[in-house]
Each structure stands twice: as C-alpha cells, then as structure tokens.
C-alpha cells in the first residue's frame, strides 16, 4: 500500500502561475523527500524535508512540512513550461534504512 | 545525469523467460535501491543493498532476486516472467543507509514481456 498519496492527481497551469501539491502520509517518519519525473525518464531528487524541519527553499521550490497533520506540501513559483512533470513526495519511514515509500504522484502541465 | 546507469535501457522479451537489470551505482555509493514503477501499482520498493549484503526487502517476487558485487554493480534477475511484469525498472543508489541520504535514480530499464 502507498504510504504517501499526492493531491490533486493532476494539475494544469499557465506558466507564470504558482503550483501547490500536497501529499499526505499515514506513519511516522524520519524525513520526507519530493522527486520530478519527466515522462519515463528516471527521478530527479528535489528537496528533503527532515521530521524536525517544518520548511525548506530550494530556488522556485518551497515545501512545508506538518507532522501533526502528517501532510507536506511543494510549492513552485513561476512555473515554467520545462516543469511540466509528474511530482512525487516519498517518505523515509523510521525503520533505520532509507527505503523511501513514494506516492503515486501529481501530473503537472504547464502551458505556455 | 544523476550519475546512476543502468542498462538495458529497454527490453523486450517473452513470458517464461528470464531476464538480468544491471546497475552501476554512482561513484562512491554505497546502497543501491531497485524500485519497480508500473501503471497500477506505482512506484514499489524491491530491495537494497549495502556494501554487499541485502539491508532491506519490499514487495519483491519470490521469482525475482538481486545481488551486489564487490565491486558495488548490481544486477536484478527477473525469471519466469509474466506481463504483469512488464513495468519499469528502476536502479537508485545512496552513499550510506542512514536515513535523511538522498537517493539518486538512474533513468530505468524498460522492461515488456510479450
């Protein structure tokens, strides 16, 4: 079963536009990271999140963390066509090794 | 360029058979990862390995094994193989197995049975 689960399953924008995609989780976890997928092209790490962090920047990127809440979100500004992709948040549970549990992702398009 | 390969990069065989995934982790990594990512079932956690010796088993089939070599290559055998396996496979590698590593994901092996 997913331990993550990304909201909404699809996104559609204007470039110029901001994105929000929210994930949620079901267990405690050590860290949570979101990765970029290009179509069948392989994962592109984007930005980790620890338990203890509640937000994190990276350029464009903004990601928040609520572990009461169990729920992170990513947030990119501007968008630009080249981030249409599908996003991915993936949970590293505490079990002492880094198995990340992914979701099963957002589909973002991005229009010029 | 994440740094991970992986081939074959596509692959097309026929049910019953047996296949091998190859990876070459980045240089100066320690784990390497297989995922598997499919249209119904996402992306699933296979194995993983560090340093030689397998640290963690997810969903993998009992008809599909994995190993790492001294050399830190590894290499994902599928046998008796179904076309519910068909899917894409994924090598990723980390420096260590404490948690908080970031992963990198080589671009996938394509894998069809027919």
């Known amino acids: 079963s997913q331990q993550g689960e990304e909201d909404p399953q699809a996104l559609s924008i204007q470039e110029g536009e901001n994105a929000t995609m929210n994930c949620s989780y079901k267990?405690?976890?050590?860290?949570l990271q979101w990765y970029r997928q290009n179509s069948g092209r392989g994962l592109v790490h984007l930005i980790l999140?620890?338990?203890?962090?509640r937000e994190k920047h990276s350029g464009r990127l903004r990601v928040t963390l609520d572990t009461s809440k169990k729920s992170s979100s990513l947030l990119i500004t501007a968008s630009r066509a080249a981030d249409t992709a599908s996003y991915f948040c993936?949970?590293?549970?505490?079990?002492?090794?880094?198995?990340?549990?992914f979701g099963k992702g957002t589909m973002l398009l991005v229009s010029p | 360029d994440s740094g991970v390969t992986q081939t074959p990069k596509h692959l097309i065989t026929a049910t019953g058979q047996r296949v091998t995934l190859r990876c070459s982790p980045r240089?100066?990594?320690?784990?390497v990862y297989w995922y598997q990512q499919s249209l119904d079932q996402g992306l699933q956690f296979l194995i993983q390995?560090?340093?030689?010796?397998?640290?963690a088993k997810g969903n993998i089939l009992e008809r599909f094994s994995a190993q790492q070599f001294p050399d830190l290559h590894s290499e994902l055998n599928l046998s008796s193989l179904e076309l519910g396996d068909s899917a894409l496979y994924f090598c990723?590698?980390?420096?260590?197995?404490?948690?908080?590593?970031?992963?990198?994901f080589g671009e996938g092996s394509w894998l069809t049975v027919v």
């Open positions: 240089s100066g990594d320690l784990s």
């Open positions: 993936a949970t590293d549970l505490p079990s002492g090794y880094s198995t990340l549990t």
């Open positions: 999140i620890r338990s203890n962090e």
């Open positions: 267990t405690s976890i050590n860290n």
């Open positions: 390995y560090y340093n030689g010796e397998e640290r």
């Open positions: 990723a590698s980390s420096l260590g197995t404490v948690s908080g590593n970031t992963i990198y």
